[in-house]
């Protein structure tokens, strides 16, 4: 019996640098500073840089960059925001907790992102931005969602929460839209060892209101400009994050090696699998295969110690959350619900060996030969 494959090995990545992620901690716990100071303002100069961003401001998790960003651009009751369908529910959470209207769009069937032609037919007078996904690590079309948004006078926001790394025709994710939003929830392809987040941004005024807003509306000790939140990034998990970011790229190869092996040992399989955009460089957070026997696979991969995942079982408009805003009878949103039906995630991060991904397809095709 071969050895079984987990999902994710979280625990894989912090001993591969234990000894560096110990000396940050130790560094901020000895430093008497745990909230804010130089270690978040480090990270935030260094994830900025990576990003060719102007601006990146450190904050407590990616649901709450998302709504941060929302709050900056003023978005709030009697808004529209044009989200994916088929997206993790953060996306449209953010959108309801300022008090905006999610406008769900259908993304492209082949990349799984945004589709513009969609996106152009629902904006309606009250929509105010466009928050596209750069869903599983592959970016969305962002050249004509720009252009919409000029055209009409939106805001382009970008989840960015799986797409750490990656590039949109040749420039790193980070300052295409008015705002970036970054998770770095541990499973992330940047990973803290907790919650954490950012934004991006190229706008210095969107910037500062976001710093406000994550402290208290306060830029000087019990002066507070604006009502806001604590949503801050948290020192050690900055002190973290810059160990960890000289390791993504190089990490992010480890998953391009993972990716291009499922590729050429499926290519002859009848599962559908993801296609790379002809502007993306792909981050490979997730790797999605379909197929409308998703179950039978899944159950004959885990017979053989194969842990795999769903990307997402159940899209938001189905979830009891938005039960008052979407009739539960009807098909409203056909190529999500499809997708919730088919979508299988194969194991994929930097501690997931090559031999086992050459297994996984192995096991895959021999599932096949076996249907009828
Ligand atoms: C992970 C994720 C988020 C939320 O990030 P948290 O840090 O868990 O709040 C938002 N959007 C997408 C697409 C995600 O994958």
Redo the contacts with the bound molecule.
């Keep these: 019996m071969s050895a079984t494959v987990a999902f994710l090995d979280l625990g894989a990545a912090y001993r591969e640098l234990k000894e560096e992620i110990d000396a940050a901690v130790h560094r901020v716990l000895a430093s008497g500073c745990y909230v804010l100071g130089a270690e978040v303002e480090a990270f935030e100069a260094e994830w900025a840089a990576y990003c060719q961003a102007q601006h990146a401001v450190g904050v407590s ?6 709504i941060l960003a929302l709050q900056a651009l003023g978005i709030g009751p009697g808004d529209e925001v044009i989200v994916p369908s088929n ?2 529910i ?2 449209w959470l ?1 959108v309801s907790e300022v008090g905006a209207v999610v406008a769900p769009v259908e993304p492209d069937p082949s990349t799984y992102t945004l589709d513009p032609a969609r996106v152009e037919a629902s904006i309606s007078p009250r929509t105010r931005a466009i928050l596209a ?3 599983y690590g592959q970016p969305a079309d962002l050249d004509p969602l720009l252009t919409l948004a000029r055209r009409y006078g939106l805001y382009l926001i970008e ?1 960015a ?2 797409a750490h790394g990656a590039r949109y025709k040749g420039q790193r994710i980070g300052a295409h839209g008015d705002a970036v ?1 970054w ?3 541990p ?2 392809n940047l990973g803290a060892l907790g ?3 950012a934004v991006t941004t190229n706008d210095s005024a969107i910037a500062e209101r976001i710093r406000l807003l994550r402290n208290y509306g306060s830029r000087r000790k019990y002066h507070h400009e604006l009502r806001g939140r604590n949503a801050r990034l948290d020192p050690i998990q900055a002190a973290v994050l810059r160990v960890k970011l000289a390791y993504l790229d190089s990490w992010n190869e480890r998953r391009r090696a993972l990716a291009a092996c499922y590729h050429e040992k499926l290519a002859c399989s009848e599962l559908a699998l993801p296609k790379q955009a002809p502007w993306a460089d792909h981050v490979w ?1 997730l790797f999605v295969v379909r197929t409308p026997k998703r179950d039978e696979l899944q159950r004959h991969l885990a017979t053989q110690g194969i842990e795999t995942l769903i990307h997402y079982p159940i899209p938001p408009h189905r979830q009891t959350a938005y039960r008052d805003l979407f009739s539960t009878d009807k098909t409203v949103l056909p190529i999500a619900e499809i997708l919730a039906g088919e979508v299988l995630s194969l194991p994929i991060g930097p501690h997931v060996k090559l031999e086992a991904a050459e297994r996984i397809a192995q096991l895959t095709i021999t599932w096949q030969g076996l249907q009828t």
Excluded: E
């Design positions: 998790n990616g649901l709450d960059a998302l997206t993790y953060a996306t953010a996904v750069h869903l989840d929460a799986q939003c998770s770095f929830y499973s992330k919650d954490a987040g957070h």
